[in-house]
């Protein structure tokens, strides 16, 4: 049996997740690090700044957003979780959604746990 996920890591997803559909760059940028990656298959590591441009330029826009954690652990200042992620919204203008395995990494620093890594990987259909 699996460990259950840690109620304070479902609600980190659930306010990135809610901070992502109201596609509001201060939101977003409230649950990730400076440092922040976003890993594409289509793009690879994307930074910060790349998200919240397109983001803040209305090219890319979010929906709807969820995630069904899998899997957690929590390493001291770090810790991860692995879900199975769905999204739908607009990219350019033309509708999109994804169904895709989704890892966010967080990290504890000064007290307070941000998103420093998410990695997605489409999900076999």
């Not at 977003?28 to 594409?40: F, G, N, Y």
């Amino acid at each position: 049996m699996s460990e259950p996920i840690p109620e304070f890591l479902i609600a980190l997803e659930d306010a990135f997740n809610e901070a992502m559909i109201s596609n509001d760059v201060q939101r977003i940028a409230a649950c990730i690090s400076d440092d922040w990656k976003l890993v594409t298959p289509e793009s690879g590591p994307l930074s910060k700044e790349t998200i919240l441009q397109v983001i803040g330029a209305g090219v890319l826009t979010h929906a709807t957003m969820s995630k069904q954690a899998v899997c957690a652990k929590v390493m001291g200042e770090v810790a991860y979780v692995t879900g199975r992620g769905q999204n739908t919204g607009t990219f350019r203008g033309a509708p999109m959604q994804a169904d895709e395995w989704v890892t966010d990494v967080y990290e504890r620093r000064d007290g307070v746990w941000r998103c420093v890594l998410t990695h997605l990987t489409p999900a076999q259909r």
